[in-house]
């Protein structure tokens, strides 16, 4: 295969982590990538919703991507950033313990999701990325907000 051709198959991606476990998306969905800052709360919003901020006046939903895999809350640290990206045609920010890089992977690369995964795990996870010894769970930034909750980034 040509280097040309294997380059039009390749994408970046941005790996970040998130309750001991290495995650990814595609850069393309990626808008920025901001310091955490606290969330204002919102009234009955899903429990993995924290809030919204200020981005540049426009009001910003805050997913914490821990509680919405079924980690546990984000305690969050001077490493703690939240990425933006886009769903839909809105702006979500996903809070998560930090970014590490940005990976360059060749679809052959990408492995699917393991037939023992659950229904639940593969609809969030588009497939498994092993690398150095490390094995990074692609996502899909539109599985993180369920129908229901598609409103609270509008």
Do not use: W, Y
Not at 29 to 39: M, Q
């Amino acid at each position: 295969m040509s280097k040309s051709h294997e380059a039009e198959r390749a994408r970046e991606l941005i790996a970040f982590r998130v309750a001991d476990q290495e995650f990814c998306v595609d850069i393309t969905s990626v808008r920025e990538i901001r310091g955490f800052a606290a969330a204002t709360p919102l009234p009955h919003t899903p429990g993995f919703v924290t809030g919204v901020i200020n981005l540049r006046g426009a009001v910003l939903p805050i997913v914490d991507l821990s509680l919405r895999l079924g980690f546990g809350p984000t305690e969050p640290t001077a490493r703690s950033v939240i990425i933006v990206v886009m769903v839909g045609n809105q702006l979500v920010g996903l809070l998560v313990d930090a970014v590490s890089d940005i990976l360059t992977v060749v679809d052959e690369n990408l492995q699917p999701t393991p037939d023992l995964a659950s229904e639940i795990a593969r609809s969030f996870v588009r497939g498994v990325i092993a690398l150095e010894g490390r094995m990074i769970s692609l996502i899909s930034p539109e599985s993180v907000l369920p129908p229901s909750a598609e409103n609270l980034a509008a």
